[in-house]
T-cell receptor
Framework: DSGVTQTPKHLITATGQRVTLRCSPR?????VYWYQQSLDQGLQFLIQ???????AKGNILERFSAQQFPDLHSELNLSSLELGDSALYFC?????????????FGPGTRLLVL | GNSVTQMEGPVTLSEEAFLTINCTYT??????LFWYVQYPGEGLQLLLK?????DKGSNKGFEATYRKETTSFHLEKGSVQVSDSAVYFC?????????????FGKGTLLTVNP
């Protein structure tokens, strides 16, 4: 158990809908990362937050957004969902946002868009 | 940009066989290197890491050495067990700037038969 929790574990929804994925980092960790794992793209970085502020963006679509709250949990919002958004979404946390910092991953949320 | 190339799987071995999974990378500066493992239906777990050239990471009988001259971080284990069956991901992390995202290889599926 990494100490990172994600809810829900599974999510099934329809095209055009909006969903929210939630992540609670390890106790004391300030930095949260979101990654998407799909069969065709592999594991890709989406976005990073540090202590409530957006720190870096990767291949995140404009239909997707995220935030980190004062209690340090983070939410990833996916809207106008398309079939191709079906994937496993991971959250990871680290103590600070520095080089050599290990990122600890949650169990993931499996999203299926029908 | 950064990239990681790891050997395509799947790899199928008998118990107690020797394992090597090749990983090479392209990056600027001096990245940190990681091996993560994903067991069926679970999230990513850190297996080992190395943060500078010639460092050797090791854990649970697995080893990998950070070779800057060949830009490689090959994973090895002397005697695999059935319980090692999983997907293995090589990853690198920037050493500078403000984005400490992980860049992953495509993963190598290992199956160990009794």
């Amino acid at each position: 158990d990494s100490g990172v929790t994600q809810t829900p574990k599974h999510l099934i929804t329809a095209t055009g809908q909006r969903v929210t994925l939630r992540c609670s980092p390890r106790s004391g960790d300030l930095s949260v990362y979101w990654y998407q794992q799909s069969l065709d793209q592999g594991l890709q970085f989406l976005i990073q937050y540090y202590n409530g502020e957006e720190r870096a963006k990767g291949n995140i679509l404009e239909r997707f957004s995220a935030q980190q709250f004062p209690d340090l949990h983070s939410e990833l919002n996916l809207s106008s969902l398309e079939l191709g958004d079906s994937a496993l979404y991971f959250c990871a946390s680290s103590g600070i946002a520095g080089a050599q910092e290990t990122q600890y991953f949650g169990p993931g949320t499996r999203l299926l868009v029908l | 940009g950064n990239s990681v190339t790891q050997m395509e799987g799947p790899v199928t071995l008998s118990e107690e066989a020797f394992l090597t999974i090749n990983c090479t990378y392209t990056a600027t500066g001096y990245p940190s290197l990681f091996w993560y493992v994903q067991y069926p239906g679970e999230g990513l777990q850190l297996l080992l890491k190395a943060t500078k050239a010639d460092d050797k990471g090791s854990n649970k009988g697995f080893e990998a050495t950070y070779r800057k001259e060949t830009t490689s971080f090959h994973l090895e284990k002397g005697s695999v067990q059935v319980s090692d069956s999983a997907v293995y991901f090589c990853a690198l992390q920037n050493s500078g700037g403000s984005n400490y995202k992980l860049t992953f290889g495509k993963g190598t599926l290992l199956t160990v038969n009794p």
